[in-house]
Nanobody
Framework: QVQLVESGGGLVQAGGSLRLSCAAS????????MGWFRQAPGKEREFVAF????????NYADSVKGRFTISRDNAKNTMYLQMNSLKPEDTAVYYC??????????????????WGQGTQVTVSS
């Protein structure tokens, strides 16, 4: 069993930065992929980025490429999302998730079997 807890959300002006953290308790196996998703009011949950726990391979949604950076600290069992040049359209609840079933491109939230409670990110214009 894996428990995930996000932190670091808040209110920021457009152009600003935030860093989200996702602390995992329980065993994170090297085969896991960890991801960030977000959900704005009235919209479906959407993929933001993922990182493979063993080698650190990453993948990003086109909407955040060049602005967001996903990383992990295996020793601390913690994943991060550095968000720069934030835009009002980045406003959403951000969730971290863990996928224990190896797939080629885990961008579908349905592939993830562990989820955090979410943290609100609000970007004002």
């Amino acid at each position: 069993q894996v428990q995930l807890v996000e932190s670091g959300g808040g209110l920021v002006q457009a152009g600003g930065s935030l860093r989200l953290s996702c602390a995992a308790s329980g065993r994170i196996f090297s085969s896991y992929v960890m991801g960030w998703f977000r959900q704005a009011p009235g919209k479906e949950r959407e993929f933001v980025a993922f990182i493979s726990w063993r080698v650190g391979a990453t993948n990003y949604a086109d909407s955040v490429k060049g602005r967001f950076t996903i990383s992990r600290d295996n020793a601390k069992n913690t994943m991060y999302l550095q968000m720069n040049s934030l835009k009002p359209e980045d406003t959403a609840v951000y969730y971290c998730a863990a996928n224990s079933v190896p797939v080629l491109l885990p961008t579908n939230p349905g592939l993830y079997n562990y989820w955090g409670q979410g943290t609100q990110v609000t970007v004002s214009s």
